[in-house]
């Protein structure tokens, strides 16, 4: 058997379980492509960040078909810390490893460019950091994810809200704590003819926070 496909098959396995046992532990389930209101290629996926396992949850969510295309965008500084991290990330989830400090914004968005240009979707988180506070729900939006939209007019936005899972990954914590999580998948946003950056943050930014739990109540549709 040649590297090249054991490679494969082992990022197959891993995949599976890492997906089974995040499903076991949040009781995340695929969505059904019906759900879902943008194409199953070339889309861009964006999430409120709380964890390093938030990715995981949104690529569990996709249905199953559609995670062939999906790539989320993450931190080299981090996942290329250990061989094991960085298997993870490249082969099993084929990552987009983009350099956070000291990085150079236009470089980050010409390899988003490049996936989507390619077919692939993206799992990006526009608020560029971990979000640890309890008191705020979403940092305010990176302009990067106007950037990606003015790079490619027609691309489908859409926003994915994360519920509980920095109580499931708390910081600090070396296990896991089981613990339900909601994973809501809002419609497809696009860019519109002559938008300006700040009101496509806007928009996209209360699209997200409209996913949130009570967002009603708290004025935040």
């Known amino acids: ?90 082969e099993v989830f084929r990552g987009l490893l983009v350099e956070r400090q000291g990085g150079d914004p236009q470089q980050m968005i010409a390899q988003m460019d490049e996936a989507l240009q390619q077919g692939d979707s993206l799992i990006i988180f526009p608020e560029g950091t971990r979000n640890t506070s309890d008191e ?25 809200w994360l519920n509980n899972i920095n109580r499931v990954l708390p910081k600090g914590g070396l296990l896991p704590v089981p613990l339900l999580c909601e994973v809501a998948v809002g419609p497809a946003l696009y860019l519109n003819e002559g938008e300006e950056k700040a009101a496509f943050l806007q928009r996209t930014q209360a699209a997200l926070l409209a996913l949130a739990p009570n967002a009603a109540e708290k004025g935040e549709t």
């Open 136 to 160: 705020v729900r979403l940092l305010p939006f990176k302009s990067g994810l106007y950037h990606l939209a003015a790079a490619n007019p027609g691309t489908a936005f859409v926003p994915v």
């Open 1 to 90: 058997m040649s590297r090249k496909i054991f490679t494969s098959m082992l990022a197959r396995i891993i995949d599976a379980v890492l997906c089974a046992a995040t499903s076991f532990i949040t009781g995340v389930r695929p969505k059904q492509p019906q759900q879902l209101d943008c194409p199953s290629e070339g889309t861009v996926f964006y999430a409120n960040h709380n964890s390093h396992g938030d990715f995981v949850l949104v690529w569990i969510s996709l249905p199953k078909r559609w995670r062939i295309h999906a790539r989320p965008v993450a931190g080299a500084d981090y996942w290329l810390r250990g061989r094991l991290r960085r298997f993870v990330i490249e």
